[in-house]
């Protein structure tokens, strides 16, 4: 199937700084690719949708101004989350939206 | 809202059983449904996907689709303690290929 992948695979920070995810597609282009973030023993929250070339588009409740995404190239989107607070801290996963395969996902963890 | 509903579990059931892991929702005009297994503290991983009403086997999976009753099961025949994982039933949205995600059921193969 379809290979998608994501960098890092954690990474733990400081409170106020920011951190950015990378999403590749190894071997496919991926022109629509979605960010969810799950936290602990909760299912799976589409918190964006990335459009190559063009803005994201977010779902209610997530502050397009605290997740930033870029996805400038067919193979990577990248989610960053600025001035990251501990209640930021999850797991972001990111998903290809025609094969609908996930990346392996980040964990992040916001001291 | 669109709402799919799954029993959290656990569903216990011994090595070499048949597990069935069931799924609701609630839009009638859903087209595509998803299985994925979640380990912990990993992404989901893409098992099935059913379009169709009926069963489509993929190995020891099967997925059964009534749309009549707005209904997605799984199989899992001959189950084996690697299976033990929690399962996410997905729903489409009707748009952009966005998925709803119910909670999970927790499987727990016992030997």
């Known amino acids: 199937g379809a290979v998608v992948s994501q960098h890092p695979s954690w990474v733990i920070c400081k409170s106020g700084t920011s951190v950015k995810i990378e999403c590749r597609s190894l071997d496919f282009q991926a022109t629509t690719m979605f960010w969810y973030r799950q936290f602990p023993k909760q299912s799976l929250m589409l918190m964006a949708t990335?459009?190559?070339?063009?803005?994201?588009?977010?779902e209610q409740g997530v502050e397009k101004d605290k997740f930033l995404i870029n996805h400038a190239s067919l193979t990577l989107s990248t989610l960053t989350v600025t001035s990251a607070h501990p209640e930021d801290s999850s797991f972001y996963i990111c998903?290809?939206?025609?094969?609908?395969?996930f990346g392996p996902g980040t964990r992040l963890t916001v001291l | 809202q669109k709402e799919v509903e799954q029993n959290s579990g656990p569903l216990s059931v011994p090595e070499g059983a048949i597990a069935s892991l069931n799924c609701t929702y609630s839009d009638r005009g859903s087209q595509s449904f998803f299985w994925y297994r979640q380990y912990s503290g990993k992404s989901p991983e893409l098992i099935m996907s059913i379009y169709s009403n009926g069963d489509k086997e993929d190995g020891r999976f099967t997925a059964q689709l009534n749309k009549a009753s707005q209904y997605v099961s799984l199989l899992i025949r001959d189950s084996q303690p690697s299976d033990s994982a929690t399962y996410l039933c997905a729903v489409d949205t009707g748009t952009a290929s966005k998925l709803t995600f119910g909670t999970g059921t927790r499987l727990q193969v016992t030997l």
């Open positions: 990335s459009n190559e070339g063009s803005k994201a588009t977010y």
């Open positions: 998903s290809d939206a025609d094969t609908q395969y």
